[in-house]
């Protein structure tokens, strides 16, 4: 099964500034039609998850876009380029190149500094 | 406006059964693979199983493997998970969701339901 290592686990913010989430795949996650199958979700408190990234980089509509995802392989980054209220949350990484299983990282709390 | 609303949750005895529906509307529901994923209290997401548009292959997580059963009924726009031999770690807000997306090129809307809570306690 495919391992998604997420850090850091809890990332102090302050408004206004950027924040960045890294996820690292113990396998590369490229699939055989070329694509990366690696989406990135937010979930706020008392909230269901949302998608934010899929394929890796494509922002899903409706998205801001201070949001962004990069990488490819088996390292995947999340970033907010200045980090809003609203953006308090808990992040994971997902990948079903390599399903089943489905398999998420253990999550990234965005907390204010 | 695409939903899925999920239901059946509650307290159920270590042993005990229990089973979850998901009710979708505002899009298009038999030709997509649908999963349970849940959360344990204060933790993070974990998968627990998947079900293929038109019902034929079903997928599930080590976990609950033998234990649960997903099923779907495409005319009633409807998702089930089945579940027996409860255990207290099952204990957790199942969550409905339209993933994983098909790998056809095509642009996929996620969607979740709001989730249900499934507690095993004596």
């Known amino acids: 099964d495919v391992v998604l290592t997420q850090s850091p686990l809890s990332l102090p913010v302050i408004l206004g500034q950027p924040a960045s989430i890294s996820c690292r795949s113990s396998?590369?996650?490229?699939?055989?039609?070329?694509?990366?199958?690696l989406s990135w979700f937010q979930q706020r408190p008392g909230q269901s998850p949302r998608r934010l990234i899929y394929?890796?980089?494509k922002r899903d509509p409706g998205v801001p876009d201070r949001f962004s995802g990069s990488g490819s392989g088996t390292d995947f980054t999340l970033k907010i380029s200045r980090v809003e209220a609203e953006d308090i949350a808990s992040y994971y990484c997902?990948?079903?190149?390599?399903?089943?299983?489905?398999?998420f990282g253990q999550g990234t709390r965005l907390v204010i500094k | 406006e695409e939903q899925l609303l999920e239901s059946g949750g509650g307290l159920v005895q270590p042993g005990g059964s229990l089973r979850l529906s998901c009710a979708a509307s505002?899009?298009?529901?038999?030709?997509?693979?649908m999963s349970w994923v849940r959360q344990a209290p204060g933790k993070g997401l974990e998968w627990v199983s998947t079900?293929?548009?038109?019902?034929?292959?079903?997928y599930y997580a080590d976990s609950v493997k033998g234990r649960f059963t997903i099923s779907r009924d495409n005319s009633k726009y409807t998702l089930y998970l089945q579940m027996d031999s409860l255990r207290a770690e099952d204990t957790a807000i199942y969550y409905c969701?339209?993933?994983?997306?098909?790998?056809?090129?095509?642009?996929?809307?996620?969607?979740w339901g709001q989730g249900t809570l499934v507690t095993v306690s004596s």
């Open positions: 079900i293929r548009g038109d019902g034929t292959e079903t």
């Open positions: 396998q590369g996650l490229v699939d055989t039609d070329g694509f990366t199958y």
């Open positions: 394929k890796a980089s």
């Open positions: 997902m990948q079903y190149t390599h399903w089943p299983p489905v398999t």
């Open positions: 505002g899009f298009t529901f038999s030709p997509f693979r």
């Open positions: 969701a339209k993933l994983p997306p098909a790998r056809d090129g095509l642009f996929s809307v996620d969607i």
